[in-house]
Structure formats: structure tokens, C-alpha cells
């Protein structure tokens, strides 16, 4: 199946932590995004990321890092998790000059304890 | 001017009835506008888009009516359904495809 897959789905750490969410996309999509979606289902950008430029939203963290082995994958990479950072994060993809907007993946539910 | 507004926060239609969501813009760079559709635990779902060069799409039960003087957007679903239950985001590019700017979100209730 064509997709936008994200793993884990759900995922449940103590404060202090430093975990990974990994997304992998087979779309051959040029660009790929991490969004988080708060209580409140406001999607928040966190990154956007093709293989010429990396966009980082100001607002966010540096304990948050984006890595990218190649164009398919785009991991998030969260360091000293803290309570605020529970949430839904969804990775997505999308095609640079094209129609047809963003394929999100599932999502991973991240709670810090 | 990066900033995408969308109204209302929350809708209850009866089931047969029409759902109504508006968004309206700023920046007079965006050109693609589509609606996302997404149900609980799932990832927002792509639903219908539209650019700026028409002023009407409509796919099944579902419309987009575009404004570009207004800079002002709107979701028609028509005939709602129970299964229509869903929170809907508007959301908007000037890159053709990439980097959307999103609604903050309507949450979409049906009932039987």
C-alpha cells in the first residue's frame, strides 16, 4: 500500500526521556513534515524537510530534531521529554508542484508521565 | 498574513441537512486550497481542493465555494450523515504544495 506510515502509535514515557518517532513515506513525495496536534486538534508545524532545505518553526523546541537518513524517511527525535509535550504527532508528506495536498500518517500518540 | 481562520469552531446538523464551514486568508500568495477530513485516531484525510482560478468544486456530496475578492473559502456537505461526524480542516499554500497553513478546525457532529 501506497502510504504515509508512522511508528509507534502509541507511545508512553517518563520525564527526563528521550525517545524517537519514526515516519517513512513510499509516495516518492520531495518533502515530508512533523505536525503536532494538540487536545484541542489545532496541527501545529514542527519541521518541513526536503533534501535542499530543512524549515524549522521558531516556536519550537531545541530538544526537538528532526532526522532524515534519506527522502523516504523523516524521524523526530525528542530529548528531556517534558509533561507539555503529550500530544499527537503526525508526520506527512507532499509532492512539490503538484496537486493533491498533504498524506498524513496515522499519527503517534506520545504521553510523558 | 499567514494565518488561515475558520468558523465554526463546532457544528450540529441533523442528519439530511447541510453543514456549512467558512475559512477566509490574508495572503493573496495562496493558490491551493484544499479541506481535510479527520475522524477520531486517524490522521487528517485529504477531502476536496480547490485553486483559485474557479469558483466552485463540488465531488459528490461535497462543495468548495471560493471567494478570491473576499479571500474567503466555504465547505458545503450536503445531505450531511452520521458518517460525516468528523473534524474538518481548512488549510492553504502559496507553494504550490507544499508548507499548508491550516484552520484551527471544525468539529463536525451529525445526529440520527
Known amino acids: 500500500d501506497t502510504a504515509v506510515s508512522q511508528t509507534p502509535k502509541y507511545l508512553v514515557t517518563q520525564m527526563g526521556n528521550d525517545k524517537s518517532i519514526k515516519c517513512e513515506q513510499n509516495?516518492?513525495?520531495?518533502?515530508m513534515y512533523w505536525y503536532k496536534q494538540d487536545s484541542k486538534k489545532f496541527l501545529k508545524i514542527m519541521f518541513s524537510y526536503n533534501n535542499k532545505e530543512l524549515i524549522i518553526n521558531e516556536t519550537v523546541p531545541n530538544r526537538f530534531s528532526p532526522k532524515s537518513p534519506d527522502k523516504a524517511h523523516l524521524n523526530l527525535h525528542i530529548n528531556s521529554l517534558e509533561l507539555g509535550d503529550s500530544a499527537v504527532y503526525f508526520c506527512?508528506?507532499?509532492?512539490?508542484?503538484?496537486?493533491?495536498?498533504?498524506?498524513f500518517g496515522s499519527g503517534t500518540r506520545l504521553t510523558v508521565v | 498574513q499567514q494565518q488561515v481562520k475558520q468558523s465554526p469552531q463546532s457544528l450540529i446538523v441533523q442528519k439530511g441537512g447541510i453543514s456549512i464551514i467558512n475559512c477566509a486568508y490574508e495572503?493573496?500568495?495562496?493558490?491551493?486550497f484544499p479541506w481535510y477530513q479527520q475522524f477520531p485516531g486517524k490522521g487528517p484525510a485529504l477531502l476536496i481542493a480547490i485553486r483559485p482560478d474557479v469558483s466552485e468544486k463540488k465531488e459528490g456530496r461535497f462543495t468548495i465555494s471560493f471567494n478570491k475578492s473576499a479571500k474567503q473559502f466555504s465547505l458545503h456537505i450536503m445531505d450531511s450523515q452520521p458518517g460525516d461526524s468528523a473534524t474538518y480542516f481548512c488549510?492553504?499554500?502559496?507553494?504550490?504544495?507544499?508548507?499548508?497553513?491550516f484552520g484551527p478546525g471544525t468539529r463536525l457532529s451529525v445526529l440520527p
Open positions: 509516495l516518492g513525495h520531495d518533502t
Open positions: 495572503n493573496t500568495a495562496f493558490d491551493y
Open positions: 506527512a508528506s507532499s509532492q512539490a508542484r503538484a496537486d493533491g495536498g498533504y498524506t
Open positions: 488549510a492553504a499554500s502559496g507553494n504550490y504544495g507544499q508548507n499548508f497553513v
